[in-house]
């Protein structure tokens, strides 16, 4: 397993160049003559960009995307049409200076989220089409109720489900839905699985589904099918 490495916040043409050079380094080290991707949030549209304009379609076997807004995010125009100006660049230095601790060397909240809205994940879908030769399918989660995840979650979960209704606290399951085969993840108690929990973001277990366990089940289903 490799990881992307490419920036959490820049815009996705960025990330997407990233990425690129990402896999052809795992192909060279490993011999390899395709990648299967695992993409969860915005990765996903990264990933797609870097497989349909980038020229990795012939290197990438499959990708498949976990709670990706394909279709946009209401919290993005939110932020972006409702929220003061002022406060939106607050937010994204706050946001800018906390990346960079962590190791993205220019993080670049604004450009990300404007890539995430609606407008702009429609022209993105416009222009990035699917590789014919590249197997693409989808998951979502969603979160039961409001409390199902911490702060900031909770709050924007009831944004987004004010205008896309099912959410995981960012992502409509309907914006998350793309590719051949979809995969929607619930819990039958009142939990819920938000878009932190499809990572481990908070390291809590949750009754009915087990993070380590999904991505393996993801990782035998695409050996299955040969990829």
């Known amino acids: 397993v490799y990881y992307g490495n490419q920036q959490s916040a820049a ?10 050079t990402r896999i052809e380094e795992v192909m060279a080290e490993t011999g390899a003559e395709k990648v299967n ?4 949030s915005k990765g996903g549209l990264d990933s797609r960009y870097t497989i349909s304009l980038l020229g990795m379609d012939h290197y ?3 990708l498949t995307t976990i709670n990706t807004p394909h279709r946009g995010c209401a ?3 939110y932020l972006l049409h409702k929220i003061p100006k002022s406060v939106c660049n607050m937010i994204a230095r706050k946001y800018n200076s906390a990346l960079k601790k962590l190791g993205d060397p220019n993080p670049d909240f604004m450009a990300a989220v404007q890539d995430l809205t609606e407008e702009s994940c429609r022209a993105f879908n416009e222009r990035v089409l699917d590789a014919e030769n590249v ?3 989808s998951t979502a989660s969603k979160m039961s109720r409001w409390n199902s995840a911490p702060f900031p979650q909770w709050m924007s979960y009831l944004l987004v489900k004010h205008f896309d209704k099912d959410n995981d606290g960012l992502v409509g399951v309907q914006a998350a839905k793309w590719g051949s085969k979809f995969t929607l993840l619930e819990t039958k108690g009142r939990r819920g699985i938000s878009h932190g929990d499809m990572i481990d973001l908070n390291r809590e277990n949750i ?4 993070v380590r366990e999904f991505y393996v089940g993801v990782v035998h289903g695409l050996k299955e099918m040969g990829f």
Do not use: N, P, R, T
Request: glycine share 4%; with cysteine.
């Open 11 to 20: 815009s996705v043409e960025e990330c997407a160049v990233e990425l690129k």
């Open 37 to 40: 991707i695992i993409a969860h």
């Open 60 to 62: 990438v076997a499959s």
């Open 75 to 77: 919290c993005a125009d």
């Open 135 to 137: 197997y693409y399918q």
């Open 207 to 210: 009754k009915g589904f087990d």
